[in-house]
């Protein structure tokens, strides 16, 4: 699964810690996120999205549809 919150946490100027304070888990589970090593469970996935104000679909997307769109 490919995400788009490293660069939207950098938008808005978030540091990992930041953005793991607001979903209340670990920075280290932020990280691992970013970096693909760990999907987020569907309940998290809202909170991030509800975080940065934006649908789910446009933070995460399947690796196999985005590899088709390329």
Excluded at 2 to 22: C, F, I, P, T, Y
Excluded at 23 to 39: C, F, M, P
Excluded at 54 to 66: G, N
Aim: hydrophobic share 45%; glycine share 2%; no cysteine.
């Amino acid at each position: 699964m490919r995400n788009r919150l490293k660069v939207l946490r950098a938008e808005r100027k978030l540091s990992q810690a930041d953005l793991a304070d607001k979903l209340d888990v670990s920075r280290q589970s932020v990280n691992a996120i970013e970096t693909g090593k760990y999907d987020p469970s569907l309940p998290l996935a809202f909170r991030i999205a509800k975080v940065f104000a934006l649908p789910i679909e446009q933070i995460f997307s399947d690796d196999e549809v985005a590899q088709a769109a390329e």
